[in-house]
């Protein structure tokens, strides 16, 4: 009963908090082998006044949600209306105006699925995943600086960045997604500079297991070795 | 090009080299010289294969993605075999082509869809206005009269070439249209100094190298000079807060361009091909005279050459003047277009001058370009050019340097980082901003090093792949790869030692660059 509460709550505020601003936004998320994740979060918000705030998260499927910063006495709870998650709270009487919460998260599935359909051809060679992370901003409040970082799962390297959005504007230095070590393990990182409602930001990445085939190695090796045999008149002929 | 010159009197082979009618753009590759370059073609083609193989199989780099590594083995496999030239460069393109696709770094669509880029279309009808001076004879007068004005010495002959291209360059921002327009004149010259592509000589090497580093140095002279430098002055301009002006760009792009050209026709006859005292004059028996006698022989200009000279003058003027388009016609005729409304007057049933059968299209050079430019894009499209610039910046702390040796580490990648791709306006948008926001962070003023970075865009003149031009003069088979690649680096060198010089003095006097051995705040 107690989200239930906290809904009616959150209802009765719900234009309290309008006039703040989401200062930076920064998700990180580890994605493990079997395509769960865990996601770790950190808000910073200014102009906060006492009333209900709804963050919007890029993920579905969000479970084990738990704040691990914040003003004391606050709760959080996850929403999904339209399609999008939202993780909303209500301040508490007495915040200040500018304040950080972190919260953290377990989400399932961050892959898209890569098996094809009946009928279907896949377009990708097997071992493939394809990771997408999309944020819609639904909320009034802009967010001025938004990072997705991804930290990829043991055994699986980038093969390539699919997607990349909002594109960037002239006055931006690229890239939007870049791949880097994050924590010491690869990953990709998505930044985006403002989010005004109704803005998204998303990045799709295809993995590849990190090993590469021998096949290369084996079809060079046979074709040098063929070529210096069957072509050797190139030097041989005029050095009678 | 391949020239059926025949075995008959000086004066019979000097009309057989003006035949130009005659002349093929030859797709046979070239004969290789002596047994250093044997054992190369010999060793390059499994040299290559290994080349791909080590950085296929390199541990993946941090930021690297795994399409960027493959785009980087293929390209640098393309690389080595057009050096070595194990087989004709149209072959290895279309060896890359293929690469690209198998090992996952480009879409088909992508790969595929070079050949329909700008680039190759400018190629292909250009071929078509140059068939049309040669076939109405435009081309032979207008290479006799030159010579007859300036070939008294072949130094003179290589100074008219640099000279017509430095009046070009303003004039025509297509770097292909200035080089195919002009090709023609270079063939006939070059073959009356004896240089053909069966025994090309030093002059030919010169003439061609010269005209090649001429057409792309050259540009840097104006900001007009190519699209790519009207990028860098927008990105100076949004991202750096300077505006820079056209005789901003003049006073300091014109002087080092032409500096370096002269230098390097200097150079060029005197150190890298040395043009012996015998070949300074033509290679005909009665000299000149003969020359004249012929250009006496064509006597007044034809209807054939005046309905030439008519539709090239349209061309041109389409070309200087695309800035006006807009407001003349309500839509910009870009240079393509230009050309290829020549081409729809030249090849115009009764009217034109031209039969589809009579324009040779050297369609093994637009392969070669198409093979290029998939590789080139492919390290652009999966980061590795950006990825690889971001290593060398980022591989050294440029903020604990004097401004001269920052200044110079720039440069100097701006300069031969024309080596890793093939397009001026994708270089221009990955490091004209790294450039601006470099020095923003060290403190220095942005348009110190993006400016003088700015000038570096055109100078592509290192390998046959690296520009149009360069495309282009390579298929007169005149000289190697390895001769274009010394010519380039000498080129690009002499720049970089200028550009140096004149940020420790002149452009300090101008207020561009702050003093030489100052450190940042």
């Known amino acids: 009963m107690r989200p239930l509460a906290l809904g009616l709550v959150l209802l009765l505020f719900a234009s309290v908090a309008g006039a703040a601003e989401i200062r930076s936004y920064t998700v990180r998320i580890q994605v493990h082998d079997d395509g769960s994740g865990s996601v770790s979060a950190v808000v910073k918000i200014e102009s906060a006044m006492p009333g209900a705030i709804a963050i919007p998260i890029g993920f579905a499927k969000v479970t084990d949600l738990r704040l691990t910063q914040g003003p004391a006495g606050m ?59 999309a944020l819609l901003n639904s909320q009034q409040a802009p967010i001025r600086s938004y990072t997705a970082e991804v930290m990829f799962p043991d055994g699986l390297r980038a093969h390539a960045i699919r997607e990349a959005l909002p594109k960037l504007r002239k006055s931006e230095v690229g890239p939007r997604v870049q791949l880097d070590d994050i924590n010491a393990t690869p990953g990709a990182r998505l930044q985006v500079d403002r989010l005004a409602q109704g803005d998204s930001a998303s990045m799709q990445i295809e993995l590849v297991p990190q090993s590469r085939s021998v096949a290369w190695l084996i079809a060079g090796l046979v074709l040098s070795l063929a070529y210096l045999v069957y072509f050797k008149d190139l030097v041989a002929r005029r050095a009678t | 090009m391949a020239v059926q010159t025949g075995t008959l009197t000086q004066e019979d082979r000097l009309s057989a080299l003006l035949d130009m009618e005659k002349m093929i753009l030859s797709s046979k590759g070239r004969e290789a010289q002596g047994p250093a370059e044997r054992w190369m073609r010999y060793l390059g083609f499994p040299g290559g294969i290994l080349a791909f193989l080590l950085v296929y199989y390199l541990p993946a780099g941090a930021g690297l993605s795994g399409a960027a590594q493959s785009g980087a083995a293929c390209f640098l496999l393309a690389l080595i075999w057009w050096v070595t030239e194990p087989f004709p460069t149209y072959v290895t393109s279309l060896a890359l082509m293929f690469l690209l696709l198998v090992t996952r770094t480009s879409a088909p669509k992508a790969i595929m869809d070079v050949l329909g880029m700008e680039v190759i279309w400018l190629n292909l009808l250009a071929f078509i206005l140059s068939a049309m001076l040669v076939k109405t004879r435009l081309a032979k007068r207008m290479a006799l009269g030159l010579v007859l004005r300036f070939g008294h010495q072949a130094r003179w002959a290589l100074l008219a070439f640099l000279l017509m291209q430095m009046v070009l360059a303003p004039l025509i921002p297509a770097t292909a249209a200035r080089c195919v327009m002009t090709l023609p004149l270079m063939l006939v010259v070059a073959a009356i100094y004896g240089s053909t592509e069966e025994s090309p000589n030093a002059f030919g090497k010169n003439l061609m190298l010269l005209n090649l580093i001429c057409i792309s140095v050259l540009s840097s002279m104006t900001m007009t000079g ?27 792009g014109a002087p080092i361009a032409i500096v370096t050209t002269l230098l390097m026709w200097v150079l060029g006859q005197k150190l890298l091909f040395r043009i012996p005292e015998a070949d300074q004059t033509p290679r005909l028996t009665g000299g000149l005279d003969v020359v004249r006698r012929k250009y006496e022989e064509m006597g007044p200009l034809g ?54 059968a009579e324009a040779d299209i050297p369609w093994h050079l637009l392969i070669f370009s198409a093979g290029a430019y998939a590789g080139g894009l492919a390290l652009d499209d999966t980061g590795a050019a950006e990825w690889a610039v971001r290593m060398l910046f980022g591989g050294i702390n440029l903020k604990a340097l004097p401004f001269g040796v920052a200044f110079t580490f720039v440069m100097a990648i701006m300069m031969y980082s024309h080596l890793l791709t093939t397009s001026k306006t994708v270089r221009t948008m990955i490091m004209l901003p790294i450039i601006i926001t470099l020095s923003k962070a060290i ?35 005149q000289y190697s790869v390895m001769e274009n690649f010394k010519y380039g680096m000498l080129t690009c060198t002499i720049g970089l030692g200028i550009l140096v010089a004149s940020a420790a003095t002149w452009f300090h006097w101008l207020g561009i660059t702050p003093a030489f051995w100052a450190v940042p705040q």
């Open chain 1, 75 to 133: 709760d959080i709870v996850v929403t999904a209306a339209n399609g999008q998650t939202l993780v909303q709270a209500v301040l508490p009487g007495g915040v200040p105006p500018a304040l950080t919460l972190a919260f953290g998260f377990s989400v399932q599935d961050v892959f898209l699925p890569v098996t094809p359909g009946p009928g279907e051809r896949s377009t990708l060679p097997e071992g493939s995943r394809v990771f997408r992370h």
């Open chain 2, 226 to 252: 190519s699209s790519a430098n009207l990028i860098a002055v927008g990105l100076i301009q949004s991202m750096g807060g300077h505006r820079i002006y056209y005789m901003d760009w003049v006073r300091v």
């Open chain 2, 303 to 356: 209807h054939g050459e005046k309905k030439a000279l008519a539709i090239f003058g349209l061309v041109l003027f389409l070309w200087m003047t695309d800035v006006f388009h807009l407001d003349w016609f309500g839509v910009e005729i870009t240079a393509p277009f230009a050309a290829l409304l020549g081409a729809v007057i030249v090849l115009f049933p009764r009217w034109g001058v031209l039969q589809w």
């Open chain 2, 443 to 477: 403190g220095w003023d942005p348009v110190s090093l993006a400016l003088p970075a700015a000038l570096c865009i055109d100078w592509v003149v290192g390998l046959p792949i690296s520009g149009k031009p360069n495309v282009v003069l390579f298929s007169t088979n």
